[in-house]
């Protein structure tokens, strides 16, 4: 006997959808995902894993035309699938066709640039969404209060975050010996797990590492980013020094964040990223952007170093962290509690479940 039909909507290669849908159907949920597959990013995990995913239309979604097509589509679904629940993502997105389709209960889950860099006309789509939706749900309390100035009602919002798989994602092994199997030199390791987008900044890290590699001859950079397609970031300081790694196997991410000294993440605008989380549950110090999700839990110089988006900061941040062995030390340690102590990846899906049952009854 199957349990209540979920129909979640995204793009359903991206890993925090494929994520997402895995953890609802291991917990009793008849999954059906359907959205747009980002061609960056390697083919959807999810089909393997027996969830059925349906393809939206291939329109360009900012049209007018790609805005009926997808909302003709949802409908569609609704009447074939006829889904108990629908759990959309990024708001001006798929949240916005699904409120557009009638989809209810629907629960939309905002990512954070969907609503923070939005122009005017997708502010005006979200306070749409925030005020049609039956549940609003995002995973920083700086992003959901922006989510109630939308217009959600308090009652109708929940604080949820992605989590971090605390078994996969924990200290472990000797740092020069994962650099060697990852092809790594012995020096110093500087990680930017976060994508190329320039929401990302990755030219401040680069500017950043130029200082640093400068005042350390051994240091090195690792760009990690997920897509599986090259990208062209001009000419690289210490570029003997510089890797740039796109995909590799979710598993395989633990690696890089257990082989490095230290990780950046300068987003411009940001809520609660899985990758800050991932790397602190690691035991890697973590160098981050001020940003208002940061001071939710994270306590600077206890938990990270927190930094304005800038290469000198940035630069002498990553300096201190790894010349300073009592601070990086203290950072590992508190920052991998504070990991078990709030954003256990388990306790998060299974609120996440109780959010599902709560909307069905």
């Known amino acids: 006997m199957t349990g209540p039909r979920v129909l979640m909507l995204g793009t359903v290669n991206h890993p925090h959808v494929e994520h997402l849908a895995l ?29 059925e995913v349906r393809q939206a239309p291939r329109l360009p979604r900012r049209t007018i035309r790609g805005l009926v097509a997808h909302v003709r589509w949802i409908r569609r679904l609704l009447r074939e699938l006829r ?23 629907l629960i939309v889950m905002a990512w954070g640039s969907d609503v923070y860099r939005a122009n005017v006309r997708q502010e005006l789509v979200n306070r749409y969404v925030a005020r049609r939706a039956d549940l609003v749900m995002t995973d920083s309390a700086a992003l959901l ?23 996969r994602f924990r200290p472990a092994g000797d740092r020069a010996a994962l650099r060697e199997r990852l092809g790594l030199g012995p020096g110093p390791l500087v990680l930017s797990p976060r994508s190329l987008a320039p929401v990302y900044n990755i030219p401040t890290i680069l500017a950043a590492f130029q200082r640093v590699g400068d005042d350390l001859p051994d240091a090195q950079l690792v760009l990690k980013h997920m897509a599986v397609t090259d990208s062209r970031l001009g000419e690289l300081p210490h570029p003997d020094r ?12 633990a690696d890089y964040y257990r082989a490095a000294d230290v990780c950046v ?63 990086a030390a203290r950072l590992a340690a508190e920052g991998r ?9 388990r306790a998060e899906m299974d609120r996440l479940a109780d959010a599902y049952r709560a909307l069905l009854r």
Not at 265 to 287: Q, T
Not at 290 to 295: A, I, M, N, T
Not at 301 to 314: M, W
């Open 145 to 167: 209060g922006r989510l109630r100035r939308l217009g959600a009602r308090p009652d109708r919002t929940m604080l949820v975050n992605w989590g971090v798989d605390l078994e």
């Open 83 to 105: 889904p108990e629940l629908v759990h959309a993502h990024w708001f001006p997105g798929f949240g916005f066709f699904a409120a557009l389709a009638g989809a209810s209960p």
């Open 265 to 327: 993440s300068i987003a411009s605008s940001d809520s609660s990223p899985r990758s800050a989380w991932e790397a602190l549950a690691c035991g890697c110090p973590l160098v981050v952007s001020d940003l208002p999700w940061v001071h939710e839990l994270i306590e600077p110089d206890r938990h990270a170093v927190v930094v304005p988006i800038d290469s000198a900061a940035v630069a002498a941040a990553i300096e201190r962290v790894l010349s300073d062995q009592p601070l």
């Open 337 to 345: 509690i504070l990991v078990e102590q709030h954003r256990d990846s």
């Open 242 to 253: 510089v890797h740039l790694v796109g995909h590799v196997p979710y598993e395989t991410m």
């Open 23 to 51: 953890a609802m159907s291991e917990r009793g949920f008849e999954l059906v995902v359907g959205g747009d597959t980002e061609p960056s990013l390697p083919a959807s995990a999810l089909p393997r894993a027996g969830v």
